[in-house]
């Protein structure tokens, strides 16, 4: 069955968050470099639009996605990626942090934290810090199929636990097997305010 995701095609990719233009509303994804966001804007648009690849560091600017007009679907560069210039790295955060705070139309950022791993210290830092901002950030755990199904209740309450919330206020997904994806689609869909509409192309 369509879904109003199915529409999302790519509009522009910025290293200036002052030049994005107008929006209405916007769903962001943010989290370590690798940690799977560009994967999982796939899975829930359901088509190759955002590139991912195993090498860390393969977003590098703002990518823009449009699910309808002026409502978007946000791709950032990961942060803790070791390699690169330290000055280019450094203009990545400023890019990052520059655009979060300058969007007024942000609607959830997505922080993806792996669901094996934990959260790093860095994912730590950012969640402090879009708490600070007041900012409305939801947890993601990803690439859950990597976490044994037996073991998957506990590390779900682990990983919570770990970020300050409950379990269920955890989003558990895997983009490669479709865990949680549907939810999400639908959770994104409302946020942007496109719940319910049909596809334009599909
Ligand atoms: N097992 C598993 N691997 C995944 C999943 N999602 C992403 N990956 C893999 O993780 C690697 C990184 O994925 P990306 O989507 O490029 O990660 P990213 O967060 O966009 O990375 P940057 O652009 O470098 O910040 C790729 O090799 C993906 O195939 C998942 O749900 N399960
Ligand atoms: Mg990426």
Same mark, same amino acid.
């Given at each position: ?50 590139? +991912?690849?195993?090498? $860390?560091? &393969? ?6 996605? *449009?699910?309808?007009?002026? @409502?978007?679907? %946000? ?56 708490? +600070?901002?007041?900012? $409305?950030? &939801? ?6 199929? *990597?976490?044994?199904?037996? @073991?998957?209740? %506990? ?48």
């Amino acid at each position: 069955m369509a879904h109003a995701l199915d529409a999302v095609a790519f509009l522009l990719s910025e290293t200036d968050p002052g030049k994005l233009g107008p929006s209405a509303a916007e769903v962001a994804f943010v989290g370590r470099s690798n940690s799977g966001k560009s994967t999982m804007i796939n899975a829930l648009c359901r088509k190759e639009l955002a590139r +991912a690849s195993s090498t $860390p560091g &393969r977003t590098r600017t703002i990518n823009v996605y *449009q699910a309808a007009p002026q @409502r978007r679907i %946000v791709d950032l560069p990961g942060y803790g990626f070791a390699s690169g210039p330290a000055q280019s790295r450094e203009g990545w955060g400023a890019m990052i942090e520059g655009y979060l705070t300058s969007s007024r139309t942000l609607a959830a950022i997505f922080v993806l934290v792996d669901a094996k791993l934990g959260p790093t210290k860095l994912d730590l830092e950012m969640l402090n810090w879009l708490q +600070a901002e007041g900012l $409305p950030w &939801r947890v993601v755990a990803t690439k859950t199929d *990597q976490v044994k199904s037996s @073991r998957a209740f %506990v590390r779900r309450r682990e990983v919570a636990q770990a970020v300050g919330l409950a379990p269920e206020a955890l989003a558990w997904v895997s983009s490669q097997e479709g865990t949680g994806i549907g939810e999400l689609r639908n959770e994104v869909a409302k946020l942007l305010g496109i719940a319910g509409k049909k596809s334009q192309t599909a």
